[in-house]
């Protein structure tokens, strides 16, 4: 159903036209779409105007919302401090709003800035924005630039009032689609997290407030380079972060990973901050067999899941620390469910692979010139089944085998050894955490570290096609790739504050997506008629809508001149 809806707001009589549907599961009617039609005298002159010659629906909400945020982070103040001429200044400005809202390539940038109202504020022509202008651009940004502007960026941030005292460290890696060449940096062959080898890749080191979850400092590195060793390589620069994240009388807090881990990382890091790390099983073996009714702490969570706890002090690396052992409840059970499922896949696979040994012997019985199979060898069909069948994680420990060759015949025999199972089930789901922090209790310590997912949400929407869009990258000279990385970055902090922003002002928790998708639907419809031009903003969600348009200011950009 289509009607006309009124509405006072602030004294003032508003029309609106409105559509709804009925929802069979909700059983009411739903607001489908909102247009605001403006006041009567508004509508009026409308309906007396002739039809327009031309309509066009341009980005609105979303790309001004991000224009609005990048003057309140100082952003555009940054980028002047970059000593750019103007144009160069409005052209990275503008490829931050695009990386955060519809990331596109350098060669399709000027036609996504033709779509938006961003041609309110910015006048630059489409031969301005094309992609050499882009490539230019990178040749006047190096990494001393971008470090001054994250000091300066960080500075703003702390004014605004995120608490940098608690943090968190964690680094991944990028594939890239760019061929090895000797001059590029960046781009080399390393272990990738996504399992796909033989691209070129980038290690990125980044830092997260609690707060927040606002990135505050990256470091891109070679994709050669192991977490440890760039640990070890940038101590001075994390040493001078230590100041720079500091607000109050209390230390920084750290939280980092295993794969940081090393005397000499730790000796680093406890020297400047307080720290909350993570140990591998191997260092703590007899920890991971401790019996459950030791685990004397509960923390009850939803859906009656919880979290048991052991704590300790103990030796590590030569000192004693405050030791944490967590037992997660839903990580164990579908730990323990996904190593039944691999046992059951690997003897299945076993006796798959008995039944083509023996179809295949026979085949050869009957043809003597058929090529041997190398598996008439015992060896080799152990071998086979080690590193191709039990491959999966635990499965080896826990598969008993034997096989049998007689008279071209193999007979593969498979037993499960049920206490080295009951071992390994007694450690899954469980977790290591140690900390130089005496203050806190072992909950505080879970609770605490609970927060690293913090930084592994970030990396995760810096891969997310539909926002910043890291992935794949063309880049192929080093400034490009500093550039490309750099924009994306600032785009990220600008999300993620917004996405603070809205939680602080309304108590809404949305993800950096929902919150580009709702402020997208906001478009500025324009109307050119003879000689004048007219537009609107469609409504999709009217609460949504009002909350944004002042949260955000958007007022004062509908009303700017096109």
């Not at 009589?13 to 909700?26: E, M, P, S």
């Not at 309110?120 to 971008?146: D, G, P, T, V």
């Not at 000091?151 to 608490?163: F, H, P, R, S, V």
């Not at 990028?174 to 090895?180: A, E, L, N, V």
Request: net charge positive; hydrophobic share 35%; glycine share 4%.
């Amino acid at each position: 159903m289509t009607y006309i809806e009124k509405k006072k707001i602030n004294g003032q009589t508003y029309y609106y036209l409105v559509k709804k549907k009925y929802d069979a599961k909700k059983k009411n009617s739903v607001r489908v779409f909102q247009i605001k039609l403006g006041k009567i005298n508004e509508i009026e002159e409308k309906i007396n105007s002739p039809k327009p010659k031309k309509i066009k629906s341009n980005e609105f909400g979303c790309v001004f919302a991000i224009y609005e945020t990048i003057q309140e982070l100082g952003i555009n103040k940054i980028i002047q401090n970059l000593k750019l001429n103007k144009q160069d200044a409005e052209l990275l400005e503008i490829a931050i709003i695009n990386r955060a809202t519809k990331a596109t390539s350098k060669n399709q940038l000027s036609d996504w800035f033709e779509k938006t109202s961003l041609t309110k504020i910015y006048n630059l022509s489409k031969k301005e924005i094309q992609s050499y202008n882009y490539s230019r651009l990178s040749k006047k940004i190096n990494s001393e630039n971008i470090d001054n502007s994250l000091t300066q960026l960080l500075e703003n941030l702390q004014k605004l009032g995120i608490d940098t005292t608690d943090i968190i460290l964690d680094n991944t890696n990028y594939t890239t689609r760019i061929q090895k060449t000797k001059n590029l940096k960046l781009p080399q062959l390393g272990k990738p997290k996504n399992g796909k080898w033989g691209d070129l890749q980038i290690n990125i080191n980044m830092i997260v407030s609690k707060d927040g979850q606002i990135p505050l400092y990256y470091k891109p590195y070679e994709g050669n380079i192991n977490d440890p060793t760039f640990f070890k390589n940038n101590r001075e620069k994390l040493i001078e972060l230590s100041s720079k994240y500091k607000t109050g009388k209390r230390k920084v807090t750290m939280s980092i990973d295993a794969g940081h881990n090393s005397q000499d990382n730790v000796d680093m890091v406890k020297s400047k901050y307080d720290f909350i790390g993570t140990l591998r099983p191997s260092m703590c073996k007899n920890l991971m067999q401790k019996s459950v009714s030791e685990f004397k702490e509960i923390i009850e969570l939803e859906n009656d899941e919880n979290i048991k706890i052991y704590s300790e002090k103990r030796e590590i690396y030569g000192e004693k620390y405050f030791v944490v052992v967590s037992e997660f409840s839903i990580t164990k059970r579908k730990s323990i469910y996904t190593l039944n499922n691999n046992i059951d896949k690997a003897i299945t696979e076993m006796k798959l692979f008995e039944a083509d040994l023996n179809a295949t012997f026979k085949a050869e019985e009957k043809d003597s010139k058929k090529r041997k199979t190398k598996f008439h060898d015992v060896k080799n069909i152990e071998d086979y089944i080690s590193k191709i069948i039990c491959r999966k994680e635990h499965v080896k420990k826990i598969l008993e085998t034997k096989v049998e060759l007689v008279k071209n015949e193999v007979l593969i025999n498979v037993g499960i050894n049920e206490k080295s199972k009951s071992k390994i089930v007694n450690q899954l789901g469980r977790a290591i955490r140690f900390t130089n922090r005496e203050d806190l209790s072992a909950k505080e310590v879970i609770e605490y570290y609970q927060n690293q997912y913090v930084v592994e949400h970030q990396f995760r929407d810096l891969k997310n096609p539909h926002l910043t869009s890291l992935m794949p990258m063309f880049h192929h000279t080093n400034e490009g790739i500093e550039m490309f990385l750099f924009t994306n970055y600032l785009a990220l902090v600008v999300l993620s504050y917004m996405v603070r922003k809205v939680k602080n002002n309304f108590n809404v928790s949305m993800s950096k997506s929902l919150l580009v998708r709702e402020l997208t639907d906001l478009k500025e419809i324009i109307l050119f008629f003879e000689g004048k031009i007219t537009s609107m903003i469609t409504e999709k969600n009217e609460v949504f809508q009002e909350k944004m348009y002042g949260l955000f200011d958007l007022d004062k950009y509908y009303e700017m001149n096109l």
